[in-house]
Every structure is written in C-alpha cells, then in structure tokens.
Nanobody, 120 residues
Framework: QVRLVESGGGLVQAGGSLRLSCAAS????????MGWFRQTPGNERELIAA???????WYVDSVEGRFTISRDNAKNTVYLQMNSLKPEETGIYFC??????????????WGQGTQVAASP
C-alpha cells in the first residue's frame, strides 16, 4: 500500500522559512514525478512545485526564486524548502506522486497534508 507522509509544517513569522519533507513508502518512486500542492483558505488546490525523475524542477511563478524542491531517491523522500514565506501562503501543503508531472490535480498519490502558517 502506497503511503505519503508529510512533515515539517508549522507557524513562522512572515519572511521566515520552513522545510517540508514527504516520505513515501509502499513502492520505489525513483522513476516517478513528485510534487507539492498548496490549498489556501477559499481557494482550490494549486501545484506549486514539482520535480521529475531526472531531477528537473518546475515552479509556479509566485514561488519561483523562494522555494526549492528536491528529492532523495535513496530515501524515497521529496523536500520543499520555503523561504520568505508570506501570510497569504498560509494553508495546507500536500505531497503528491505521479508517473509524470501534470499541472492539474490528477496526481495518482496524495499525502494527508501539513499545515503551514506565516503570521503577519
């Protein structure tokens, strides 16, 4: 059974940093794409960062230059380093895995989400 478990969420002041981790289990994901969605209050889930099996990273414009996605295939883990967090980025962050990167919500595997909050 595939399982994705996020960690690293929490509360920081605006401008602060957090590092999210997502440990995958149940199969080997080295040939899969991994990513992070964000859902802020009143909005739909949005893909904010993704990394394919070759390590190529993609970012939504709003986080480009502040967030960094990376992966450790030996640990079946994907990370999201978030710097200069803004209050409007408060929400739930979901780890996702799929055979390829897609910008819609049709990712095969989803974690339960971790709460991130940046106070003004």
């Amino acid at each position: 059974q595939v399982r994705l478990v996020e960690s690293g969420g929490g509360l920081v002041q605006a401008g602060g940093s957090l590092r999210l981790s997502c440990a995958a289990s149940g199969r080997t994901f080295s040939n899969y794409a991994m990513g992070w969605f964000r859902q802020t209050p009143g909005n739909e889930r949005e893909l904010i960062a993704a990394i394919n099996s070759r390590g190529y990273a993609w970012y939504v414009d709003s986080v480009e230059g502040r967030f960094t996605i990376s992966r450790d295939n030996a640990k079946n883990t994907v990370y999201l380093q978030m710097n200069s967090l803004k209050p409007e980025e408060t929400g739930i962050y979901f780890c996702v895995v799929n055979s390829i990167v897609v910008t819609n919500t049709r990712w095969e595997y989803w974690g339960q989400g971790t709460q991130v909050a940046a106070s003004p």
